[in-house]
């Protein structure tokens, strides 16, 4: 995980989170321009993520719902007013592009093809987000109205497609998409920590909820292409995972939909 020493203080925090910061060493770990990621090494550790107000409400309350079963950090603080503060503790052990991971790829393919399969077995009950696919095709019908498309998203077969011929080739198709599986919603190889290869828990859940297994799977068969620099163990993880759950067609369906973010 990326992080960088600060050296300036960090202003106009909540009163209930400065405390955290007093005397603590601060490095950034931000990867995304949509929010700042601070972490604090003081005591265990803690993470501190800022953003546009409203915008983490969605992550606290799936954090918090994943730690309750053992499977995410836990929320300290979470906190909207001008901007949104999301304050959680540290999970033991490095996210999988930690070498120690990246340099074992049949093993790290596996292993999160288990994973997200006993995720997706997981009990979802009272879960805060239990239509994670409205909110996913809402996604997509405000992006496609923006102009915001992304082609390499989509899979070989769905390639030569435009954006209005992608789009109604979602919404030909969304109708496949149920809400049936404890979705984590950007299953990533940054987004899953490991302790000695077994599970510390799950970060940056805010797309996560009751949603559709594909869009987990989706994500897992990217990330191994992305991370790993090939796309040799997409099947491989297929096979672990499960094909017996698998529909090449709604992993098409799902590629269309993520090329409009």
């Given at each position: 995980?990326?992080?960088?020493?600060?050296?300036?203080?960090?202003?106009?925090?909540?009163?209930?989170?400065?405390?955290?910061?007093?005397?603590?060493?601060?490095?950034?770990?931000?990867?995304?321009?949509?929010?700042?990621?601070?972490?604090?090494?003081?005591?265990?550790?803690?993470?501190?993520?800022?953003?546009?107000?409203?915008?983490?409400?969605?992550?606290?309350?799936?954090?918090?719902?994943?730690?309750?079963?053992?499977?995410?950090?836990?929320?300290?603080?979470?906190?909207?007013?001008?901007?949104?503060?999301?304050?959680?503790?540290?999970?033991?052990?490095?996210?999988?592009?930690?070498?120690?991971?990246?340099?074992?790829p049949k093993r790290l393919c596996d292993t999160l093809a288990m994973l997200l399969r006993e995720l997706h077995e997981t009990s979802y009950d009272c879960c805060p987000v239990?239509?994670?696919?409205?909110?996913?095709?809402?996604?997509?019908?405000?992006?496609?109205?923006?102009?915001?498309?992304?082609?390499?998203?989509?899979?070989?077969?769905?390639?030569?497609?435009?954006?209005?011929?992608?789009?109604?080739?979602?919404?030909?198709?969304?109708?496949?998409?149920?809400?049936?599986?404890?979705?984590?919603?950007?299953?990533?190889?940054?987004?899953?920590?490991?302790?000695?290869?077994?599970?510390?828990?799950?970060?940056?859940?805010?797309?996560?909820?009751?949603?559709?297994?594909?869009?987990?799977?989706?994500?897992?068969?990217?990330?191994?292409?992305?991370?790993?620099?090939?796309?040799?163990?997409?099947?491989?993880?297929?096979?672990?995972?499960?094909?017996?759950?698998?529909?090449?067609?709604?992993?098409?369906?799902v590629s269309a939909a993520e090329a409009f973010g």
């Amino acid at each position: 995980m990326r992080r960088v020493r600060l050296f300036e203080p960090l202003f106009e925090l909540p009163d209930a989170i400065s405390p955290y910061l007093r005397n603590a060493t601060l490095y950034d770990s931000s990867c995304s321009p949509e929010a700042r990621v601070v972490f604090i090494d003081k005591d265990c550790g803690f993470y501190l993520k800022t953003a546009k107000k409203g915008s983490l409400k969605s992550e606290a309350e799936m954090t918090d719902y994943f730690h309750k079963k053992s499977l995410s950090a836990e929320v300290v603080e979470y906190i909207s007013n001008e901007s949104d503060y999301l304050l959680t503790s540290r999970i033991k052990g490095e996210d999988c592009t930690n070498p120690m991971y990246i340099d074992d790829p049949k093993r790290l393919c596996d292993t999160l093809a288990m994973l997200l399969r006993e995720l997706h077995e997981t009990s979802y009950d009272c879960c805060p987000v239990m239509n994670r696919c409205e909110r996913y095709l809402q996604t997509v019908d405000q992006n496609y109205k923006n102009g915001i498309f992304d082609p390499s998203y989509m899979t070989a077969e769905l390639s030569s497609l435009t954006a209005s011929e992608a789009y109604a080739y979602v919404q030909n198709g969304k109708v496949s998409l149920k809400n049936d599986v404890l979705l984590h919603g950007d299953y990533c190889l940054p987004n899953i920590m490991l302790d000695n290869w077994k599970l510390s828990g799950f970060i940056d859940l805010g797309n996560g909820g009751v949603g559709d297994r594909h869009i987990d799977i989706f994500w897992g068969a990217w990330t191994l292409n992305f991370n790993l620099k090939t796309d040799i163990y997409r099947e491989r993880f297929y096979d672990a995972y499960g094909r017996d759950k698998i529909d090449s067609e709604i992993i098409n369906l799902v590629s269309a939909a993520e090329a409009f973010g």
